[in-house]
Each structure stands twice: as structure tokens, then as C-alpha cells.
């Protein structure tokens, strides 16, 4: 049996991606928490503690902690913690050993790029969900989103949906001038066009 691939190396596409999201969060006020996100079932505060333990796993996962034990929401939304976090995670990423080693993540055992992929894929997708909400930019990563797009269009495919184990809703075909990010939004299930306004583009 051949050895899974390895994909291209995510960390140029990870910073880029945890670096837009810590601006994002920075940025939330008070009156925001309680406003719905393109993500039914977070409000802008837990999606900021759904990306807070997104940014755990990605750092504990290196470590060699069973990241599928791990809380799928924080217990707070913290943007100075996501950004401490993410730092470790950046600097435990930088051994090049970590992207080839065998992990076991909630979906399946990849190579450790393949499951930083996921947690870049992740990061944008919530990422995007969080701008609109919050009315900031919302395509600051187009090349992030581009080279991601082009992994989860080989691993996620519109096919899988269906198995109510893939966390991913069915494809939505991009609006007219949607850009890389949005469009990633869009492969991952989100139904963009009502909460893209000219203000978040």
C-alpha cells in the first residue's frame, strides 16, 4: 500500500490566515457578541471561541496531544489568547518533520500537513464568517484562500456531503465577482450573497 501524500507545505497559508482572524477578533466590540454569524449555530461570541480552540488544537497537535479529546468551543472568546496561541502554534509548526508524521485527527490520520490544511480551511472559512458579521474586510487573504481551495476541492469533495459525519454543507455555486475567500466560504456550504454587502467586499 503507497504511503498517503503529502501535501504542500500550509504554514505560509496558516500565518497569513491567523494573522487576518487576530485582526478580526481585535476588532469585535461588546455590542457585537450577541449578533448571529453566517454559521447557524454561532453568534459572533462563539464563533470567536469556536476559533480560539481551532487555534489549540493546530498548537497541540504537534505536541502530540490527541486533539480529538480537545473542546470544540472555548470556554471564552479571548482575542489576546488566539493570538498567543496561534504564536506557539506557528513556532511548534516550524520543525519540517511535523508535516510528513502520521496524525490522527476528528477526521481520520493524515500527514500533519494534510491536518493543518483542515485547520487553515477552517480558520478562513470562520474567518469570513466573522467579517461579515462584524462589517470588516472580508477577502484580506486571497492567496491563502486560493491555495486552500485547491486542497479541500481534492478532499472535500460536493460528493462526501451527504454522510452526515463531514461537517460540511452542499456545495454553493459563487455569486457573480465573489472573491477567493468567499468562494472557499461557498465550497464549504455557506450561502454568501445576503451578508455580502459592497461595505465587507
Known amino acids: 500500500m503507497n504511503a498517503p501524500t503529502t501535501p504542500p507545505d500550509p504554514r505560509p497559508a496558516f500565518a497569513a490566515a491567523t494573522t487576518w482572524v487576530t485582526g478580526l477578533l481585535s476588532e469585535v466590540t461588546a455590542e457585537q457578541l450577541a449578533a448571529p454569524t453566517p454559521c447557524d449555530e454561532f453568534d459572533v461570541r462563539t464563533l470567536g471561541a469556536h476559533l480560539l480552540a481551532t487555534a489549540q488544537r493546530a498548537a497541540a497537535l504537534p505536541e502530540g496531544v490527541d486533539v480529538r479529546a480537545m473542546p470544540f468551543i472555548a470556554d471564552r472568546f479571548d482575542a489576546q489568547e488566539y493570538a498567543t496561541v496561534v504564536a506557539r502554534a506557528v513556532g511548534l ?7 510528513a ?27 469570513w464568517d466573522l467579517a461579515v458579521a462584524t462589517g470588516q ?9 486560493t491555495a486552500t481551495l ?5 478532499f472535500i469533495r460536493p460528493e462526501i456531503r451527504q454522510d452526515p459525519n463531514v461537517p460540511f454543507g452542499v456545495v454553493v455555486e459563487p455569486r457573480d465577482g465573489a472573491g477567493p475567500v468567499e468562494t472557499l466560504a461557498n465550497w464549504s456550504g455557506r450561502d454568501s450573497a445576503a451578508w455580502v454587502s459592497a461595505a465587507t467586499r
Do not use: C, F, K
Open 137 to 145: 474586510p472580508s477577502e484580506a487573504v486571497p492567496e491563502a484562500a
Open 101 to 127: 508524521r502520521m496524525v490522527q485527527v476528528p477526521w481520520g490520520e493524515v500527514p500533519g500537513a494534510g491536518a493543518l490544511w483542515g485547520y487553515v480551511n477552517e480558520t478562513i472559512v470562520h474567518g
Open 150 to 154: 485547491a486542497i479541500v476541492r481534492r
Open 93 to 99: 509548526w516550524s520543525d519540517d518533520a511535523v508535516l
